[in-house]
Structures are given as structure tokens and as C-alpha cells.
């Protein structure tokens, strides 16, 4: 059986003074997270997490902490804690369905300093299978979220030739044994 994974990079920092106490929780739970200077640096080893159990009383008392800040975590969270039975301790958070790009988003849209951040993932196989190796790149602003994968930019490599629109400035030329980019 082959195991997949996802390691990924979240750039720059960011500042402890830009996430709301509940952006913190989700993202601590979602990836690692090491202090870096006056925030943290986000990175997942295997893959980000996309089902998360966080204790209730930690999520309510972040959530209320964080009310007052333009955040799409807090109305999510909001309708999660409502439809959660209340006997359990820790709720069962499946981000499969969303994502995490969107609490980057928010941090951009309030941050005073952050115009955007990126995320680089790549996408590795414990097996030589074809499909277990490329990456990804993801560009986060307060605006929007664009992202492509290796396959998305082969699939549009593939498509210029068919078309006959290829663009040669981005072509990869190889000297000697070393890439670079050309132009």
C-alpha cells in the first residue's frame, strides 16, 4: 500500500499581533507551529491536518476572545459548537469540506503588515506511483486565493501545444547539466 503526503511550507510568519486567539487555535491544530521571532511559522510535515478535535472549552473561550475581529473562522466555528452534541468534551472539526486557505485570507484581509502568504506544498509517495509526486503553490491576499499544482501547469503546457499557443518565456532551458529559467 502506498501512503501519500502533503508537506507543506506556510510563508512568512506570521505575526502573533494579526491572528485572532481562535485563528491561532485552528491553525496550531491544523499544522506544526514553532514561534518565530513575534509569530509563528506554520509547516506540516506529512500533510496539513483536515480533521481536527479541539476541546470545547478551548474553542468557546477562543471564539469569544476572538468576536470582535472580521474572521470567517468565527461563524464557522459558531454553526460547528452548535451542531455539536453537548456532551462531548472535544468536537470532531472535519475541514475536508473547507479549507485552511480561508484563515489565512481573513489574516491578510485585517493585517497591517501582511499583504499576502504563500503556501508550497509537495506531493510525494512512499511508492513510485505517478501519481504521488508533483507540488503545489498557493497564493493567499486579501482578495483572493490562486493556487496551481504541477499537473495543472503540465495540463496547460500539454494544451498550448495542441493549440499551438505556446508561450516560449517561461521555457526551462538546460546548460550544461544546470536549470534555469528562461526568458
Known sequence: MAN??????IQPTIPDVDMTPLERLLLSHIFSAEPDGDGLYFYADECPADMI???????????????????DANAYIAEQLSEASTDEDEIELD????????????????????????????F?????RPD???????????????GQ????????????IETGTADET???SVNNGEHSAGS
Open 149 to 160: 499544482s504541477t499537473n495543472d501547469f503540465l495540463e496547460d503546457c500539454l494544451a498550448e
Open 53 to 71: 478535535w479541539i476541546n470545547r472549552s478551548e474553542l468557546k473561550t477562543a471564539l469569544a476572545a476572538s468576536k470582535a475581529a472580521d474572521s
Open 132 to 146: 504521488g509526486w508533483g507540488g503545489m503553490a498557493i497564493f493567499i491576499t486579501a482578495d483572493g486565493i490562486k
Open 95 to 122: 475541514l475536508s469540506m473547507t479549507s485552511w486557505k480561508f484563515l489565512f485570507k481573513s489574516i491578510v484581509k485585517r493585517s497591517l503588515t501582511l499583504r499576502y502568504i504563500t503556501a508550497v506544498s509537495a
Open 4 to 9: 501519500y503526503h502533503t508537506p507543506t511550507v
Open 170 to 172: 517561461h521555457n526551462l
Open 124 to 128: 510525494t509517495c512512499s511508492r513510485m
